[in-house]
């Protein structure tokens, strides 16, 4: 039963922190990066809506400013709306590096979309889900603009609460949804789902917002589509902010926001070629190469963890346990690589080059953990070949019992690298923070 949430306004920031995702760790917010889940630009969410039967506005896409003059003169629009493809939302209200106020803008005007790309592409964009500096714009879309009498939310997400898909919805959308449940928790509407959406649920999601007479209808179809594809896809989230209704009577999804599980890769190859990865640090890309995990973090001392327990599971708690104990200590966490538990020399050797590369990075903490698929040994030889030249302290833990940790600590031990031993997790990061501290 769809059901106003006052008391789950909590959970449901919690499902809604997709996008950039922060992640307390001791007093600080840490902005992390990671790329558990693909994204698409709105661009390429809105063709794959479009491929399904939702309606969305006529649009091209532009990779230079003249193009774009060239596509806002060949949709013959009444009006224009010209957007930055960036993966963050909060756009309209963006800042760009060249001066420009507003990655969205409507105009009548082709000239003046020429003249607007042009402070567009290339130019960083800085929204409030950004990071402060702004992400890079590479491309614009450039669609034909309506008008809007009504914006709604529209997210379908996988939930945990709901063990499945919930179909999150409010009247009052085009707006922050965080800022809607923080504020009016009882206009969040949600519906926990199965396997399919029963068409009286989503003529009761239309109806909560607030869609009437024969738009009531045309809008339980748009939300039926919109879940279908969701489930066609593996989506993890589809985020439609505004929803919306045109004088003409027409429902419109005006924005798009699609990411997917990335487990479901293998069947969904065709999605997940579209991955350009231009906005992933290039160490991301690196690391996955690799079939390495890596979280990007702003401060000083690197943290690996090879783990039989991977990031998607607990080794996302330790990742967290790991940052904070970092941060209590004094310090700052520069990133997080996780190396799975089946990790092999040649695996190593590289997480190490790639973490002993980044120049912010002057310590690097290593923590075993349940290492039973692989051998702690192999994992040491790695290290140890890898760290030759590099100037760090590498203080190390050793954790719980893995296969052949006693050879693997000989090996460390006698290799003559500054990597210092500690007795656990605490010990390690406050030897990490003072080799950092002395520097
Ligand atoms: P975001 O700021 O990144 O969420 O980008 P949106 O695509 O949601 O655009 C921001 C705002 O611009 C929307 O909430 C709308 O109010 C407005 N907008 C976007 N497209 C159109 C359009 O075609 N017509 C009108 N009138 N407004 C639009
Ligand atoms: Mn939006």
């Not at 499902?15 to 001791?26: E, I, K, S």
């Not at 396997?195 to 003529?203: F, H, K």
């Not at 009531?216 to 279908?228: G, R, V």
């Not at 069947?267 to 231009?278: G, H, L, N, P, V």
Request: with cysteine.
């Amino acid at each position: 039963m769809a059901s106003p949430v006052a008391t789950q306004a909590g959970k449901l920031l919690r499902a809604l922190a997709l996008r950039p995702r922060f992640l307390a760790v001791g007093s600080q917010a840490v902005q992390l990066t990671s790329r558990r889940w693909l994204n698409l630009q709105e661009y390429q969410s809105k063709k794959l809506m479009s491929d399904n039967g939702v309606r969305v506005q006529r649009f091209f896409v532009a990779d230079t400013a003249n193009e774009a003059l060239e596509a806002a003169k060949r949709l013959n629009a009444k009006e224009i709306v010209l957007k930055a493809q960036i993966l963050a939302g909060g756009r309209g209200k963006g800042v760009f590096n060249s001066g420009l106020k507003g990655g969205v803008h409507l105009t009548k005007d082709p000239n003046v979309v020429g003249q607007l790309a042009k402070q567009m592409i290339g130019y960083n964009l800085a929204t409030k889900q950004t990071p402060k500096e702004g992400v890079k714009v590479n491309k614009v879309m450039v669609a034909e603009a309506l008008d809007i009498s009504r914006e709604t939310y529209l997210a379908i997400l996988m939930d945990r609460s709901c063990n499945g898909p919930v179909l999150v919805g409010s009247p009052q959308g085009g707006v922050d949804i965080e800022e809607v449940a923080a504020s009016n928790p009882e206009l969040i509407f949600k519906v926990c789902l199965n396997s399919w959406l029963p068409d009286s649920q989503a003529q009761r999601m239309a109806e909560n917002l607030g869609f009437v007479g024969p738009l009531k209808s045309q809008a339980a179809d748009q939300i039926t589509k919109l879940y279908n594809l969701f489930l066609k896809i593996d989506a993890t989230q589809v985020e439609v902010n505004p929803f919306g209704e045109t004088p003409e009577g027409q429902v419109v999804c005006f924005d798009a926001k699609i990411n997917f599980d990335d487990n479901a890769e293998f069947r969904q190859k065709d999605i997940f070629a579209m991955d350009d990865k231009s906005e992933n640090e290039p160490i991301e890309n690196e690391a996955a190469k690799y079939d390495l995990k890596y979280i990007g973090l702003d401060g000083n001392i690197a943290s690996c963890l090879v783990s039989h327990l991977h990031f998607t599971v607990n080794g996302a708690g330790l990742a967290m346990a790991t940052c904070d104990i970092i941060f209590l200590n004094g310090g700052k966490p520069a990133n997080f690589l996780d190396l799975g538990g089946g990790v092999k020399e040649a695996q190593v050797y590289q997480a190490f080059k790639l973490l002993t590369a980044d120049p912010k990075v002057e310590a690097i903490l290593v923590q075993y953990f349940l290492v039973v698929l692989s051998n702690c040994a192999i994992i040491a030889n790695g290290i140890t070949k890898s760290l030759p030249g590099a100037k760090l302290k590498v203080p190390w833990w050793s954790g719980f019992e893995g296969t052949n940790v006693q050879e693997a600590q000989k090996i460390l031990n006698n290799s003559g690298l500054p990597i210092t031993s500690a007795v656990d997790l605490e010990d390690a990061a406050k030897k990490a923070v003072a080799s950092v501290a002395k520097k």
